[in-house]
């Protein structure tokens, strides 16, 4: 009945569509992009956790009324197009800074404060000058701006929140105050000397300022606010705006010298933040000495870079299934995890209504999958979005000229590091040469040789940056609802037309680079840390908690040792969070004695907060090669793509060591299954030869090794 009900609202819409191109929405905000400024960038040798940075020449603390740096310290040129977010934030429209029509138009505001449609200027750095807000949050923790004069109840609790702009992001400094001092910007007699740096995650590819919601905030933290703890933060650590972490770095720092200018040294700076805040952490807390004394990552990945390997194969994966074979025979929950790695289930995805589209415009049999896994919860339309310089901004941010000028990626944001190719394009560091997809599914006999070959025969790569092409939609007449019609960007995949389809090769020299400036993280964990999970695998959330163990392999593999990292997994009705607080505070305060281990070790909790089991056993699993511990029986340990592709858990490998097929067979990598009768077939598949996984990563600097 679903299917047949499915299959009728199907032929009704699809008798009503017309194609358009991927280009809905009209947007007059960023109107013309701005030249690049030339700004310092950092020279790496090594690696920048041994690169000293240059002294900052902004005397601190700016001044109320006045505007904060513009030109970063170290992290390189200045890049536009960029969105204002100031006027999203509460906070005005940003200062003129030209009459060029650079940026973003600033207008005239009427007797009521009150924008007209007269253009008075331009921005294009998007500033604003350094002020005070007010903010209370009463006994409920209902949270509220108020105004002088006010009420203020005696279980009220006031902040005093400073907002600005330093390295064109707007910075806050948010401190409990009593409520004589609240005018008086130096007074702080309720600060306990603990400083939070608030991070914060989503899937940002640059050019835009970003929001700060000072609710938003406060909420996240009103908790430690209550016992005295100051909050900064900038909307250059929200990975939602952008993942570029040595502008993150540059910004952080002048963020918390103004604030240790107007306030004196904390005890101590702890982060805090999620998912790519959570990454942040570990990135900043290995490259600089200067920011974080100890960290609180929770959903967190050892860092973006490596999380695109197999987030990127994802498409590739749901292309081939659904374009290049038979979807309804590989509707399998077994083979989708052995060649995927992650958890799936019958949890239906909003994309079930795009297949019928996309199988019919390619001439195959309408069948609409029974079975979804994280690739598709998880990482739906990420190659769109992160890998697509054609594609742009849906959000109503920037006009068509700019949008069709720009090349928008998550590697264009990082080019003062990465650099461009000759077609002006960022290099991309995502490789998947000798990748043999689905090679433990083949040695578990999960899948056949023949089905191995197949795969990888037709699964290919992306496309170079500049060969990329928008995604397709049709329209409902006379609406905007689209039906996506490049399912899976398939169009910016290699096709298998003449042989093989042809696999992606990435820069080395942009590899290095991203090794060399920090933007991986190698396993430097200078301060204490507990990484913290939800136990998210049964929704199949992209939080997948097998990172930490990547995160933690890395570490092991650098220091030896794992005495300032340590593993929190919980039960999504429980977050242990205020508990990690009161840890982390004994331990910044008075060094993990033995007392504090047993407060702060490796644990699982349960859907009320009981700890389930602890020690530095509960979590051993397949990625130590030792006997299931109890909080990895308690919360399986799923794997991704490239660990099924026989590569380590760590997943830090970028552009493999090759080695031939004839080696590959010779060497068992093919365990018990006989591949001598696809050795020919093989070799045209990996003309270059395979990936043997017993090297580390070819492109990865020996020195890093060194501290």
Same mark, same amino acid.
């Not at 650079?102 to 005239?108: E, H, I, R, S």
């Not at 409520?179 to 899937?203: C, D, M, P, T």
């Not at 040695?443 to 191995?452: D, L, M, V, Y």
């Not at 602890?614 to 991704?640: E, H, M, R």
């Given at each position: 009945?679903?299917?047949?009900?499915?299959?009728?609202?199907?032929?009704?819409?699809?008798?009503?569509?017309?194609?358009?191109?991927?280009?809905?929405?009209?947007?007059?905000?960023?109107?013309?992009?701005?030249?690049?400024?030339?700004?310092?960038?950092?020279?790496?040798?090594?690696?920048?956790?041994?690169?000293?940075?240059?002294?900052?020449?902004?005397?601190?603390?700016?001044?109320?009324?006045?505007?904060?740096?513009?030109?970063?310290?170290?992290?390189?040129?200045?890049?536009?197009?960029?969105?204002?977010?100031?006027?999203?934030?509460?906070?005005?429209?940003?200062?003129?800074?030209?009459?060029?029509?650079?940026?973003?138009?600033?207008?005239?505001?009427?007797?009521?404060?009150?924008?007209?449609?007269?253009?008075?200027?331009?921005?294009?750095?998007?500033?604003?000058?350094?002020?005070?807000?007010?903010?209370?949050?009463?006994?409920?923790?209902?949270?509220?701006?108020?105004?002088?004069?006010?009420?203020?109840?005696?279980?009220?609790?006031?902040?005093?929140?400073?907002?600005?702009?330093?390295?064109?992001?707007?910075?806050?400094?948010?401190?409990?105050?009593?409520?004589?001092?609240?005018?008086?910007?130096?007074?702080?007699?309720?600060?306990?000397?603990?400083?939070?740096?608030?991070?914060?995650?989503?899937?940002?590819?640059?050019?835009?300022?970003?929001?700060?919601?000072?609710?938003?905030?406060?909420?996240?933290?009103?908790?430690?606010?209550?016992?005295?703890?100051?909050?900064?933060?900038?909307?250059?650590?929200?990975?939602?705006?952008?993942?570029?972490?040595?502008?993150?770095?540059?910004?952080?720092?002048?963020?918390?010298?103004?604030?240790?200018?107007?306030?004196?040294?904390?005890?101590?700076?702890?982060?805090?933040?999620?998912?790519?805040?959570?990454?942040?952490?570990?990135?900043?807390?290995?490259?600089?000495?200067?920011?974080?004394?100890?960290?609180?990552?929770?959903?967190?990945?050892?860092?973006?870079?490596?999380?695109?390997?197999?987030?990127?194969?994802?498409?590739?994966?749901?292309?081939?299934?659904?374009?290049?074979?038979?979807?309804?025979?590989?509707?399998?929950?077994?083979?989708?995890?052995?060649?995927?790695?992650?958890?799936?289930?019958?949890?239906?995805?909003?994309?079930?209504?795009?297949?019928?589209?996309?199988?019919?415009?390619?001439?195959?049999?309408?069948?609409?999958?029974?079975?979804?896994?994280?690739?598709?919860?998880?990482?739906?339309?990420?190659?769109?979005?992160?890998?697509?310089?054609?594609?742009?901004?849906?959000?109503?941010?920037?006009?068509?000229?700019?949008?069709?000028?720009?090349?928008?990626?998550?590697?264009?944001?990082?080019?003062?590091?990465?650099?461009?190719?000759?077609?002006?394009?960022?290099?991309?560091?995502?490789?998947?040469?000798?990748?043999?997809?689905?090679?433990?599914?083949?040695?578990?006999?999960?899948?056949?040789?023949?089905?191995?070959?197949?795969?990888?025969?037709?699964?290919?790569?992306?496309?170079?940056?500049?060969?990329?092409?928008?995604?397709?939609?049709?329209?409902? $007449?006379?609406? %905007?609802? &689209?039906?996506?019609? +490049?399912?899976? /960007? *398939?169009?910016? #995949?290699? $096709?298998?037309? %003449?042989? &093989?389809?042809?696999? +992606?090769?990435? /820069? *080395?020299?942009? #590899?290095?680079?991203?090794?060399?400036?920090?933007?991986?993280?190698?396993?430097?964990?200078?301060?204490?840390?507990?990484?913290?999970?939800?136990?998210?695998?049964?929704?199949?959330?992209?939080?997948?908690?097998?990172?930490?163990?990547?995160?933690?392999?890395?570490?092991?593999?650098?220091?030896?040792?794992?005495?300032?990292?340590?593993?929190?997994?919980?039960?999504?009705?429980?977050?242990?969070?205020?508990?990690?607080?009161?840890?982390?505070?004994?331990?910044?305060?008075?060094?993990?004695?033995?007392?504090?281990?047993?407060?702060?070790?490796?644990?699982?909790?349960?859907?009320?907060?009981?700890?389930?089991?602890?020690?530095?056993?509960?979590?051993?699993?397949?990625?130590?090669?030792?006997?299931?511990?109890?909080?990895?029986?308690?919360?399986?340990?799923?794997?991704?793509?490239?660990?099924?592709?026989?590569?380590?858990?760590?997943?830090?490998?970028?552009?493999?060591?090759?080695?031939?097929?004839?080696?590959?067979?010779?060497?068992?990598?093919?365990?018990?299954?006989?591949?001598?009768?696809?050795?020919?077939?093989?070799?045209?598949?990996?003309?270059?030869?395979?990936?043997?996984?017993?090297?580390?990563?070819?492109?990865?600097?020996?020195?890093?090794?060194?501290?």
């Amino acid at each position: 009945m679903k299917l047949l009900s499915r299959s009728l609202l199907f032929i009704f819409i699809v008798s009503c569509l017309v194609t358009c191109s991927f280009n809905p929405y009209e947007n007059q905000q960023v109107l013309t992009i701005a030249p690049d400024v030339i700004a310092p960038l950092l020279k790496v040798k090594k690696h920048i956790r041994n690169t000293p940075r240059p002294e900052d020449p902004i005397s601190y603390p700016i001044k109320l009324g006045e505007v904060g740096p513009v030109q970063p310290l170290f992290s390189g040129n200045l890049h536009y197009p960029f969105s204002c977010h100031v006027q999203s934030s509460g906070l005005g429209q940003p200062l003129i800074d030209n009459q060029e029509l650079l940026g973003t138009p600033v207008f005239a505001l009427d007797e009521n404060g009150k924008k007209t449609h007269k253009v008075i200027g331009f921005s294009k750095d998007c500033l604003i000058v350094s002020q005070l807000r007010y903010f209370k949050v009463d006994i409920k923790d209902n949270i509220s701006e108020v105004f002088i004069p006010f009420d203020l109840k005696s279980t009220d609790l006031l902040l005093r929140i400073e907002q600005g702009t330093i390295n064109r992001y707007i910075y806050a400094i948010v401190m409990p105050v009593e409520r004589n001092e609240l005018k008086n910007r130096l007074l702080h007699s309720k600060w306990n000397k603990r400083l939070i740096y608030q991070f914060a995650g989503g899937v940002g590819i640059g050019f835009r300022q970003g929001k700060l919601n000072p609710m938003k905030l406060i909420s996240r933290r009103t908790p430690q606010l209550r016992k005295g703890y100051a909050v900064i933060t900038s909307t250059a650590n929200k990975t939602s705006f952008s993942y570029n972490m040595l502008q993150a770095e540059d910004t952080a720092l002048r963020v918390k010298r103004q604030f240790i200018s107007l306030y004196g040294k904390p005890l101590y700076t702890l982060g805090v933040g999620g998912s790519g805040g959570g990454l942040a952490q570990y990135i900043l807390a290995q490259n600089s000495s200067e920011l974080l004394d100890g960290a609180l990552p929770l959903y967190s990945y050892p860092d973006m870079i490596s999380q695109t390997l197999y987030a990127l194969d994802c498409d590739l994966l749901n292309s081939y299934y659904t374009f290049k074979s038979s979807l309804e025979s590989w509707d399998s929950p077994e083979k989708k995890q052995a060649i995927e790695g992650f958890n799936n289930s019958n949890i239906e995805h909003k994309s079930w209504f795009y297949y019928p589209f996309n199988q019919l415009a390619r001439a195959k049999k309408v069948y609409i999958p029974k079975n979804y896994s994280e690739c598709i919860h998880g990482y739906f339309g990420l190659s769109s979005l992160i890998n697509n310089p054609d594609q742009g901004f849906i959000k109503k941010i920037f006009s068509p000229e700019v949008k069709q000028k720009a090349h928008w990626s998550y590697w264009q944001d990082l080019t003062n590091i990465l650099g461009i190719d000759n077609n002006g394009f960022a290099n991309s560091v995502w490789d998947n040469q000798g990748v043999q997809y689905g090679l433990t599914a083949l040695q578990q006999g999960t899948i056949s040789p023949k089905e191995f070959i197949h795969l990888n025969y037709h699964i290919g790569g992306w496309k170079p940056q500049q060969e990329m092409r928008q995604e397709q939609l049709l329209f409902l $007449p006379f609406t %905007k609802i &689209p039906i996506w019609m +490049t399912q899976w /960007s *398939t169009h910016n #995949i290699y $096709p298998a037309d %003449k042989g &093989p389809a042809k696999r +992606t090769k990435a /820069s *080395t020299k942009a #590899i290095e680079n991203a090794y060399r400036y920090g933007q991986i993280f190698i396993g430097f964990n200078d301060v204490p840390t507990i990484d913290i999970h939800h136990y998210l695998e049964p929704e199949l959330d992209m939080h997948h908690i097998s990172t930490s163990f990547a995160t933690r392999l890395r570490i092991l593999s650098q220091a030896k040792n794992l005495n300032n990292h340590k593993i929190w997994i919980a039960h999504p009705d429980h977050t242990p969070l205020e508990q990690a607080f009161l840890a982390m505070d004994e331990w910044l305060l008075k060094g993990n004695s033995k007392q504090l281990k047993m407060k702060t070790s490796d644990r699982c909790f349960d859907k009320n907060g009981k700890v389930i089991a602890q020690g530095d056993q509960v979590w051993n699993g397949s990625w130590n090669k030792k006997q299931l511990g109890t909080c990895a029986q308690t919360y399986p340990i799923y794997t991704n793509s490239r660990i099924q592709a026989g590569g380590p858990w760590q997943g830090s490998i970028f552009k493999c060591q090759m080695m031939s097929v004839k080696k590959a067979m010779s060497s068992g990598l093919y365990g018990n299954i006989d591949m001598t009768v696809y050795q020919n077939e093989l070799e045209q598949i990996f003309p270059d030869g395979v990936c043997d996984y017993n090297f580390t990563d070819t492109a990865k600097p020996l020195d890093l090794t060194l501290n």
